[in-house]
């Protein structure tokens, strides 16, 4: 058993010192994560890999044992969907009317990049609502999107984490890729 599944058993079983013990053991392979997810966004993003590996262990671990997984990659898919709600929920906040309706202070000659930021946002809530639909129509492969696109996962680590193998992993990828863009004009077409 290996020093991450030992610990993660410790947290199940309600040991306070366990959750400490476990981010020195996987913060490295979570930042790792959360860097490759920053640099697809927009450049610019205030949001740095460090704060998302921390808001995501704390929203996962928290302050006491109220999650269990399986095995490593049960915890690296609980990481991974957080890291995907943190960025989804950042995100929300910047279109929301209280924080301006996407509406920042530029520059006028900023005004391609605002352009562009605003249309990455959008792109992001939308491809969070196919990806809700997915999850509705196929579970598996949801996760899989998950894993790859918001953990950064190579389809070889995503297809061990959820225990299939690689030559379905890469068949579940390309069918979820048309079917997210597809549902994504979708959503697009009906205005949101």
Not at 102 to 110: I, N, Q, S, T
Not at 136 to 146: P, R
């Amino acid at each position: 058993m290996s020093d991450v599944t030992q610990v993660m058993s410790r947290i199940a079983t309600g040991d306070p010192s366990a959750a400490a013990q476990l981010l020195p053991l996987v913060y490295e392979e979570l930042r790792k994560l959360a860097s490759v997810k920053i640099s697809a966004e927009r450049s610019g993003q205030t949001f740095q890999p460090t704060a998302l590996v921390h808001e995501a262990y704390l929203r996962i671990v928290g302050n006491g044992p109220s999650l269990t997984w399986d095995s490593r990659g049960h915890f690296f898919a609980a990481a991974a969907e957080a890291m995907r709600r943190i960025l989804v929920d950042r995100a929300r906040e910047k279109r929301a009317i209280k924080r301006g309706g996407g509406m920042h202070r530029v520059e006028l000659d900023a005004d391609r990049v605002l352009a562009e930021e605003q249309a990455q946002d959008e792109q992001l809530l939308t491809l969070d609502l196919a990806l809700e639909a997915l999850e509705k129509h196929d579970e598996i492969k949801a996760k899989l999107v998950k894993l790859r696109y918001f953990a950064g996962l190579s389809g070889a680590q995503a297809a061990q984490a959820l225990g299939i193998g690689e030559s379905t992993a890469e068949k579940y990828w390309a069918h979820a890729k048309v079917w997210l863009r597809s549902e994504m004009k979708r959503i697009d077409g009906c205005g949101r």
